[in-house]
């Protein structure tokens, strides 16, 4: 059993920032791939960004070069640094693991 807890959600202003967190624990203690995908209301849950054990990273098209996703050193935990955020970056944010493990979600909202 793999748990993933993430933190770091909030309300900002457009043109701010947060920085999200993933840590994971329980039966597995690597994962290849780690990243984050978000729901906004009334649409598909949809990409963010992913980071393999190996450093590659995807970016969804809507985020890049705002947006940067980075693993820790052990490889159990992911981050999400998102700047210059948008009201339609406003969504429930989801840590993901290869493995097909979920958190529960973190809301981000962007006020305008």
């Known amino acids: ?5 993430e933190s770091g959600g909030g309300l900002v202003q457009t043109g701010g920032s947060l920085r999200l967190s993933c840590a994971a624990s329980g039966s597995v203690y690597s994962f290849n791939v780690m990243g984050w995908y978000r729901q906004a209301p009334g649409k ?3 990409l963010a960004a992913t980071i393999t054990s190996g450093g590659s990273r995807m970016y969804g098209g809507s985020v890049k070069g705002r947006f940067t996703i980075n693993r820790g050193a052990a490889l159990n935990s992911v981050y999400l640094q998102m700047n210059s955020l948008k ?6 944010y989801y840590c993901y693991t290869s493995g097909n493990y979920w958190g529960q979600g973190t809301q981000v909202t962007v006020s305008s």
């Not at 059993?1 to 807890?5: A, D, H, I, T």
């Not at 009201?87 to 429930?92: H, I, K, S």
């Open 1 to 5: 059993q793999v748990q993933l807890v």
């Open 44 to 46: 598909q849950r949809e």
């Open 87 to 92: 009201p339609e970056d406003t969504a429930v």
